[in-house]
């Protein structure tokens, strides 16, 4: 009977100590590692970061999601970090340089000069085609982001991987919005998602 309670003692709080874990993981917040370079200069390759669960998706947020099947090139599960562009409803496009969205000239302010110039020109319509989107046949109709859908790109446009090349992420796929926590790199001079609150502005 004492052998039984010893292990009891230590199993019951290791039990609630990991559906404490996974409540918080599943409906609050996790820390990722960023890996990789697409979204540089915002965010470095191993910099880690909180990913906050449950929150509105807005143009400029940085969010995490499951790329897998969307990027065809995966053939598991695999997590990205890009920024939102374009959200349900969006048509998006870029000329010499300059992003639009419904139109208006979208502030890049967050990246060089360079890297605006290697995104290209297009619109969704062409990207569609260009690159056979899964949804090419209804993108090539409306040039629209779908609804529950988002159209996300890297930072580091020359070499990031995101809907230009396979299209849209479903709200599904989103694990949540990227914030730097407080003892992160350089996180007293900035948070990714400042952003968002001046998307159109120059």
């Given at each position: 009977?004492?052998?039984?309670k010893?292990?009891?003692?230590w199993?019951?709080?290791?039990?609630?100590a990991l559906?404490i874990y996974?409540?918080?993981?599943t409906?609050?917040f996790e820390?990722v590692?960023?890996?990789g370079p697409?979204?540089?200069?915002?965010l470095s390759?191993?910099?880690?970061?909180?990913?906050?669960k449950?929150?509105?998706?807005v143009?400029?947020?940085?969010?995490v999601?499951?790329a897998?099947?969307?990027?065809?090139k995966?053939?598991?599960?695999?997590?990205?970090?890009?920024?939102?562009?374009g959200?349900?409803?969006?048509?998006?496009?870029?000329?010499?340089g300059?992003?639009?969205v419904?139109g208006?000239?979208?502030?890049?302010s967050?990246i060089?000069?360079f890297?605006?110039?290697?995104?290209?020109?297009?619109?969704l319509?062409?990207?569609?085609?260009?690159n056979?989107?899964?949804?090419?046949?209804?993108?090539?109709i409306?040039?629209?982001?779908p609804?529950?859908?988002?159209?996300?790109?890297g930072?580091?446009?020359?070499v990031?991987?995101?809907s230009?090349?396979?299209?849209?992420?479903?709200?599904s796929?989103?694990?949540?919005?990227?914030?730097?926590?407080f003892?992160?790199?350089?996180?007293?001079?900035?948070?990714v998602?400042?952003?968002?609150q001046?998307?159109?502005?120059?």
């Amino acid at each position: 009977m004492k052998f039984i309670k010893s292990i009891l003692s230590w199993i019951v709080p290791t039990i609630i100590a990991l559906l404490i874990y996974l409540v918080i993981k599943t409906f609050f917040f996790e820390f990722v590692i960023i890996n990789g370079p697409s979204m540089q200069p915002s965010l470095s390759n191993k910099e880690v970061v909180t990913v906050v669960k449950n929150k509105k998706f807005v143009r400029g947020d940085v969010i995490v999601f499951n790329a897998y099947p969307e990027d065809p090139k995966l053939n598991s599960s695999k997590k990205y970090v890009k920024r939102i562009i374009g959200i349900p409803g969006d048509t998006v496009s870029s000329r010499n340089g300059s992003l639009y969205v419904n139109g208006k000239k979208v502030n890049q302010s967050y990246i060089s000069e360079f890297e605006t110039e290697v995104t290209g020109d297009w619109n969704l319509s062409q990207l569609a085609t260009e690159n056979n989107w899964k949804n090419k046949k209804k993108v090539e109709i409306t040039n629209k982001v779908p609804a529950n859908e988002y159209f996300v790109l890297g930072d580091n446009r020359e070499v990031s991987n995101d809907s230009r090349y396979w299209g849209f992420v479903p709200k599904s796929k989103i694990s949540g919005t990227v914030y730097i926590p407080f003892w992160g790199k350089e996180s007293q001079q900035k948070n990714v998602n400042d952003y968002s609150q001046k998307f159109f502005k120059q």
